[in-house]
């Protein structure tokens, strides 16, 4: 009985396996957020960004392209804000490498804003290769005078 157990769950670990090689099935849920990440096609941290976030449940479509900027002023990410990339993620712009904990925060809330920005590259965070040197700030992309949105 003992050996019978040992196979089955053996084969159904094949089973899996083969079907994550091959592709047919991908360990994103059914109801995975879709998310279009925007980048110039040099830059290499952003498909870390877009890895970080296909590990956390996304599915990601990465679009390169050398007019990043005309799609950052179309949602409303002004030049103090702009980060490496921009990412749609439903009904949001979300700037730069914004970490997983600030994007589900915004996902859950629904604040009325265009979106979410942390401006630059820092060192440290999602995608990015070095050592965090202090708190991120992430900022509300909106009409008005700049607000943070949160600290991590």
Not at 47 to 65: D, S, W
Not at 77 to 105: M, Q, R
């Amino acid at each position: 009985m003992k050996v019978r157990k040992i196979a089955m769950i053996t084969a159904a670990f094949a089973i899996i396996a083969g079907a994550l090689i091959y592709g047919f099935w991908s360990p994103e849920s059914a109801d995975a957020k879709e998310a279009i990440l925007y980048k110039n096609p040099q830059c290499d941290c952003c498909e870390g960004y877009a890895k970080y976030l296909r590990q956390n449940g996304f599915k990601v479509t990465v679009k390169a392209t050398h007019d990043l900027s005309l799609i950052k002023r179309e949602h409303g990410v002004s030049e103090a804000f702009e980060g490496c990339h921009t990412t749609l993620i439903d009904g949001y712009v979300v700037e730069g490498h914004v970490p997983l904990k600030t994007l589900n925060k915004l996902l859950a809330e629904r604040p009325q804003i265009k979106g979410i920005s942390l401006p630059g590259m820092p060192l440290g965070t999602p995608g990015m290769t070095g050592r965090k040197d202090g708190p991120f700030r992430i900022y509300e992309i909106k009409k008005g005078a700049p607000k943070v949105y949160a600290v991590e």
